[in-house]
């Protein structure tokens, strides 16, 4: 039996859930070579970007749990995974947010 995951391709095909997380990955990777490349000139902090990634990290283990039924409580109405879900990704956009806030009016050089 093969063990599946929202980063993996589910029979073969690719979903969408899948594309996006591609998506993430290659932003993720993009935004640490541009960190690598100025680790010694930067006036900026790459804190919220962390955050975003953690945050990003916790939903997507929430939706995966919530999926598969391991931790859902459907009758719940203080937990449940997919709102809780919602929240974390509300949070991502907000921590994305500030990251991408810091460099608002700057000067290219």
Not at 20 to 37: K, P
Not at 95 to 107: A, D, N
């Amino acid at each position: 039996m093969a063990v599946s995951s929202p980063f993996a391709c589910s029979a073969g095909r690719r979903s969408s859930w899948t594309l996006f997380n591609y998506l993430v990955a290659a932003f993720a990777v993009t935004e640490f070579i541009i960190c690598l490349r100025t680790r010694h000139d930067r006036d900026f902090s790459y804190r919220y970007f962390l955050l975003t990634l953690a945050t990003y990290a916790m939903a997507g283990t929430v939706w995966y749990l919530d999926l598969r039924k391991v931790v859902c409580f459907p009758t719940s109405t203080l937990f449940q995974g997919h709102a809780l879900w919602h929240l974390l990704n509300a949070l991502v956009f907000v921590f994305l947010t500030k990251f991408y806030l810091q460099f608002y009016g700057r000067k290219s050089d």
